[in-house]
């Protein structure tokens, strides 16, 4: 018998599939809710596969009705599956995917299961842009409500500071519209609160930009050995550097165009993507990075290269490449680069895994404090860094894992914070209040109160053992 013989009354008026925990394909269904090979053993007790928006409220009634706490899923690329519950109801709205532009007004309308891929291909047509994520496949939903650290954002903020207005499902069911002045509170929270958001966002409204009318790159990879002092450097550098150039340092095994023959070492690339009117202000833009005196030593150089949005994308989404094994961790930082960098860099030279990585953005969310306004999200350091584990091997799970853990036992001593979209919420308590300073902190916990006094909704997710 069903745990919830609710279900199967009330699932009726939902036009998608409403499938409970022991039913044909239950399991199938469940391991696909992450994009991770590595699926966490958590099991819903249902799951409901919205086949519009009008099934959200009838799913939230439906959990309401049932007892069962709701977690919701958009595209389901948290490393750590945030979305994936013991117990209750998974609510899956991959398949909203309708998206209207208005280009002369330069807003969309986009649904949460439309990915930042497609997003940026249909807008590249009408002239514009977002700043959607790096990983292409990245569903907008999540993305948008953890913040959003994209293309540009330097110059463009994160993505989250474009969005304009939101239709949510709350608590009891109701449809509600949020924005500066209706339930702004609520509105508020949508900007950041990420995987902890206590509504279902439906469909965001945003504010779009014209596409760059040039996208220069330009790296520089160096020996390994060297990551304190080029971090040190290139530090100096970004300070010169305008908002409209992506400034990124990659410690991870070298590219083939920089070593040929395998087994390939470690290295450190240093990667400037610049956004322009015109070439030849993309090319300037990098000036100061090309006159550093460190790229003389670089082991491998490609400078000022024509590249688009779409190109941009697809590249970055080898990184982390499909059917593989993941986990990560953020840090914020106010101490030096360099210093942060140089443990990271001995643990990358030790990762059981030649795919790991870790990413080091500078500026990632913008230093424009009018881009980070009125919003949940909270950019709490100087220096940026994500460490990355990445593997193809099952038998391999705990020694990548423990790998991620030490990793950033080495550097947290000197951290800030975290950033809720890819911070590893199992690894500590206090991952997802790190990822808020105090005052936005508080703040989400009485918005909370007020729209979800009873806690249907899930909150973040805890602490556990390291992903096996």
């Known amino acids: ?66 007892g069962m706490r709701i977690a919701v899923r958009a595209g389901g690329h948290s490393w750590c599956g945030s979305s994936l519950r013991e117990g209750g109801m998974l609510i899956d709205l991959s398949g909203l995917r309708r998206y209207v532009i208005d280009p002369a007004a330069r807003t969309a309308h986009v649904q949460p299961g439309v990915t930042g891929g497609e997003l940026a291909a249909r807008l590249a047509r009408y002239g514009l842009a977002y700043a959607t994520g790096h990983c292409e496949s990245v569903a907008m939903g999540g993305y948008l409500l953890s913040g959003g650290l994209g293309w540009n954002s330097g110059a463009w903020g994160p993505a989250c500071a474009g969005v304009r207005r939101v239709e949510a499902v709350t608590a009891d069911g109701a449809v509600v519209g949020c924005d500066a002045g209706e339930n702004a509170d609520l509105f508020w929270a949508a900007r950041g609160a990420g995987p902890g958001f206590f509504a279902v966002v439906t469909g965001f409204d945003l504010a779009l930009h014209p596409l760059p009318g040039a996208v220069a790159t330009t790296s520089y990879a160096f020996p390994l050995a060297d990551t304190e002092e080029v971090a040190g450097h290139i530090s100096g550098v970004s300070e010169e550097l305008p908002a409209e150039v992506e400034l990124t340092i990659q410690l991870a095994t070298a590219d083939p165009a920089v070593c040929p023959a395998a087994p390939r070492p470690p290295v450190i690339t240093v990667s400037a993507v610049a956004f322009a009117d015109s070439w030849e202000e993309a090319v300037r833009l990098t000036e100061p990075l090309r006159s550093c005196p460190v790229v003389a030593r670089a082991l491998f150089r490609r400078e000022s290269e024509p590249a688009s949005f779409a190109t941009l994308s697809g590249g970055a989404s080898s990184a982390w490449p499909a059917k593989h094994r993941f986990a990560a961790d953020t840090l914020w930082s106010d101490d030096d680069l360099g210093a942060l960098l140089a443990p990271l860099a001995d643990a990358i030279a030790a990762a059981p895994s030649g795919k790991s990585s870790v990413l080091a953005p500078f500026r990632p969310a913008s230093r424009d ?47 800030t914070g975290h950033y809720i979209a890819e911070a590893d919420l199992t690894a500590a308590p206090n991952r997802a209040e790190r990822s808020y300073t105090p005052a936005d902190w508080r703040r989400l916990r009485e918005v909370r109160a007020r729209y979800d006094p009873d806690g249907a909704f899930h909150s973040y997710l805890g602490p556990g053992p390291a992903p096996l």
């Open 1 to 66: 018998m069903s745990r919830y013989p609710q279900v199967r009354g009330r699932a009726r008026a939902i036009e998608g599939a409403v499938v409970r925990r022991g039913d044909p394909g239950y399991e199938k269904l469940r391991a696909s809710m992450v994009w991770n090979e590595l699926t966490p053993s958590r099991s819903p007790d249902v799951i409901v596969v919205a086949a519009s928006e009008r099934d959200v409220p009838e799913a939230v009634l439906l959990a309401r009705a049932s």
């Open 369 to 415: 404090e009018r881009l980070l306004g009125d919003m949940a999200f909270s950019v709490l350091g100087r220096s940026y860094v994500v460490p990355y584990a990445v593997w193809d091997d099952p038998g391999r799970d705990g020694a990548n894992a423990r790998w991620l853990r030490e990793a950033m036992r080495r550097v947290e001593p000197l951290g």
